[in-house]
């Protein structure tokens, strides 16, 4: 075994926080904004009670959990698992506490489907209550030449890149 890959692996699992997450080179502020307000929008659920925010809480100062044994969804239910927080979460090698997504974008597209979390039915049902919304022209801006910009991935895409920014910076990290 090389021991300099193994210290390197060391030092990339156990030093400082670096300032951005990997993806982040790619995020522009526009894509970011979009990304902050879809984690924001009740649109994304089946009936309107939840977002993102809902059982990742970052406002109030609540770390990015919903301090629940496991989260409420719509109409009431319970999932079966505890919501982390997504803080840091870009620099993990996996999400989901099974690691079955590889990156943020392809998390954030889990939640809304699941039909205990946020229910939507398909991602045609999501769009289309995006399209209610009125967030077509946002979509058209941030990602322009797009033949249909405001697409299911491109939602997740935005998402992601706003979840690149949840970077904790204190003493311990």
Known sequence: MD???VRTQ?????????????????????????????YFETALSADGSQSCNTCHRID???GGVDNEAT????KGSRGDRNSPSVWNAG???????DGRAADLAAQAKGPILNPVEMAVPDEKTAVNNLKEEGYETLFAEVFKGEAEPLTYD????????????????????
């Open 71 to 74: 989260s409420l969804g719509v």
């Open 10 to 38: 060391a030092k990339m699992m156990h030093g400082p926080i670096p300032a951005t997450m990997p993806g982040a080179e790619m995020d522009t502020p526009a894509l970011i904004d979009l990304g902050e307000r879809l």
């Open 154 to 173: 491109n939602v997740a895409k935005a998402i992601g890149a706003f979840e690149r920014t949840l970077i904790t910076v204190d003493r311990f990290d």
């Open 3 to 5: 021991k300099n890959a």
């Open 60 to 62: 109030g100062g609540r």
């Open 91 to 97: 620099f993990h090698v996996a999400q989901f506490w």
